[in-house]
């Protein structure tokens, strides 16, 4: 793991500040629910975290990372003895209970090296029910000296046991500028791609840099290209376009692309004083967009019989009569 401490991280301060007062009080806590959409921000400050409680230096400081003492070099090196990370396996579709089981005695044990043994279970949504309840167990009586951070971005699959028992840490999307600031520091593109990706990506870093390694300002202007050509444009056009942007590496793309689209279709048709049930059709249409990506990406729908439809119905929209 790349070698993360408060100080490193960009956004999220309210969160951060009240893990500061609890490292200083020595209270650290149990248990933690990090939930919040993709891509923003959970697994890092989870990641500073861990490395701040198994810093050999951290007496100096409860709240800072040194980066340079033996326990801080086994973090990022994926070797301290002391923490574990849990994620569903290559090739699985869950997260099984015998992982959890494993977690639950790996956190009874007494730390070998620091002051704490700590576990982080990223992404929780994918426990199976057998796994969701061997954690519990674990959260109705944590061991001492143990703590667990959980991660997710749907907190409602998790058995309403598991969220109570849990100190709950809410992340939003990140600011434009935030997203532009943690670009500057991880992708080599233009200004101009760094600042379109910001705002495509719903405060998302992670789609955004997604974003900016996919050429964003060239796929753009392809897919503007495309969406226009549908009107009026042929069944065979739809279905192209349905075969292009369902690629595997594509279709994170074209969802953002989409939704932007939408909303700038919405503001046009608000602004210009269109008929009420013009925009209502695209308001309606935008809500099915966003639920059937949405579908797609927990489900595993076929992408480009989605996009097919979706390209199809906007058409239709705009006037095509195939």
Not at 21 to 45: D, I, R
Not at 242 to 258: G, I, N
Not at 272 to 281: A, Q, Y
Request: hydrophobic letters at 40%; aromatic letters at 6%; charged letters at 25%.
């Amino acid at each position: 793991m790349p070698f993360q401490t408060f100080e490193t991280l960009i956004g999220h301060r309210e969160i951060v500040t009240g893990f500061r007062s609890a490292l200083k009080e020595g209270k650290p806590g149990h248990s933690h629910l990090f939930h919040g959409p993709k891509g923003v921000g959970k697994a890092t400050l989870a990641t500073a975290l861990v490395q701040i409680l198994l810093c050999k230096n951290r007496r100096e400081d409860p709240t800072v990372a040194c980066g340079i003492c033996t326990g801080c070099q086994k973090v990022t090196g994926g070797q301290h003895p002391d923490f574990v990370r849990v994620e569903m396996v290559e090739g699985k579709t869950r997260i099984s209970v015998d992982q959890i089981r494993e977690l639950s005695a790996f956190l009874s044990l007494t730390p070998l090296e620091s002051d704490w043994k700590v576990a982080l279970i990223d992404d929780a949504s994918q426990m199976n029910e057998a796994a969701g309840n061997a954690l519990l167990k674990t959260l109705e009586e944590p061991p001492d000296q143990s703590i667990l951070i959980i991660n997710t971005y749907r907190p409602g699959a998790l058995l309403p046991t598991i969220r109570s028992r849990c100190n709950k840490s809410r992340f939003s999307g990140l600011e434009k500028g935030e997203i532009v600031q943690i670009l500057q520091t991880v992708v080599d593109v233009s200004e101009q791609e760094r600042q379109h990706a910001a705002d495509l990506c719903g405060g998302n870093v992670g789609q955004a840099i997604r974003l900016c390694e996919a050429g964003i300002l060239e796929e753009r202007e392809l897919f503007l290209r495309e969406i226009e050509a549908l009107n009026p444009g042929t069944l065979s056009m739809a279905v192209t376009m349905a075969d292009y942007w369902s690629q595997k590496e594509r279709f994170p793309t074209v969802c953002l692309l989409l939704k932007a689209w939408f909303q700038d279709q919405i503001y046009a048709s608000v602004e210009s004083l269109k008929e009420p049930e013009s925009i209502r059709s695209w308001l309606s249409l935008s809500q099915w967009v966003e639920e059937i990506i949405e579908r797609t990406s927990v489900v595993n729908l076929n992408r480009r019989l989605v996009l097919e439809a979706l390209f199809i119905r906007l058409a239709r929209l705009r006037g095509a009569a195939f």
